[in-house]
């Protein structure tokens, strides 16, 4: 399991319960599984953004060392902050919360 850790790189996890998709940047790329090419536009900071892929990724939240299941999740190159919806059915629990 290849597990994309929120601390100790340049993105930041922003958490939103406005968003309606969760959007990471091209660092949690190596990271995504069941991923698909994706041509999805989404806005970000009022700017139309393409999403180049599409997939699942596991996120290690640090320090606690919770593990998410994000569904859905968007690769937005070049974007510098990664966006979570907060809205409940998008997470999956899984490791310790089981």
Same mark, same amino acid.
Do not use: C, Y
């Given at each position: 399991m290849k597990i994309f850790h929120t601390g100790?790189?340049?993105?930041?996890?922003l958490w939103d319960s406005g968003a309606d998709v969760?959007?990471?940047?091209?660092s949690a790329l190596?990271?995504?599984f069941e991923s698909r090419?994706?041509?999805?536009? +989404?806005?970000?900071n009022q700017y139309p953004s393409r999403?180049?892929?599409?997939?699942? &990724?596991?996120?290690?939240l640090l320090p606690s060392g919770a593990v998410l299941t994000l569904r859905d999740v968007l690769? +937005?190159?070049g974007s510098r902050a990664s966006i979570l919806s907060i809205h409940v059915p998008k &997470?999956?629990?899984t490791g310790a919360w089981g």
């Open positions: 100790g790189f340049d993105d930041k996890l969760i959007v990471f940047g091209n190596p990271f995504l090419r994706s041509t999805r536009v +989404v806005m970000m999403a180049t892929h599409e997939g699942r &990724l596991w996120i290690k690769i +937005v190159a &997470l999956q629990r």
